[in-house]
Nanobody
Framework: EVQLVESGGGSVRAGGSLRLSCAAS????????MGWFRQAPGKSRESVAA???????SYKTALKGRFTISLDNAKATAYLQMNSLTPEDTATYYC?????????????????WGKGQTVTISS
């Protein structure tokens, strides 16, 4: 059974930073990529960032420069460093993986979703 263990969410003031982590286990046949999506209240889920096991990254354009995704292949753990946070970053952040494609930036690429964790940025 695939498990995604997410951590690092919480509440910070605007201008602060958070680092999300997501550890994957139980996947088969192999892990191709990991990524994060987010969903703000009343909005649809959107892609935030993705990274494949070769280190190729993709970002929502508006978040480039503030968010950085990384992957520890040996631990099958991805990290999302989020800096200069604003209230507009408030959302539930979902970790996601794919065991079939190098994508992870589009909903259709995802084979397993995490349960999500709340990130709240106060002004």
């Amino acid at each position: 059974e695939v498990q995604l263990v997410e951590s690092g969410g919480g509440s910070v003031r605007a201008g602060g930073s958070l680092r999300l982590s997501c550890a994957a286990s139980g996947y088969s046949p192999r892990l191709y990529c990991m990524g994060w999506f987010r969903q703000a209240p009343g909005k649809s889920r959107e892609s935030v960032a993705a990274i494949d096991t070769d280190g190729e990254t993709s970002y929502k354009t508006a978040l480039k420069g503030r968010f950085t995704i990384s992957l520890d292949n040996a631990k099958a753990t991805a990290y999302l460093q989020m800096n200069s946070l604003t209230p507009e970053d408030t959302a539930t952040y979902y970790c996601a993986i794919s065991t079939v494609t190098y994508g992870c930036f589009y909903h259709g690429d995802i084979t397993t979703w995490g349960k999500g964790q709340t990130v709240t940025i106060s002004s």
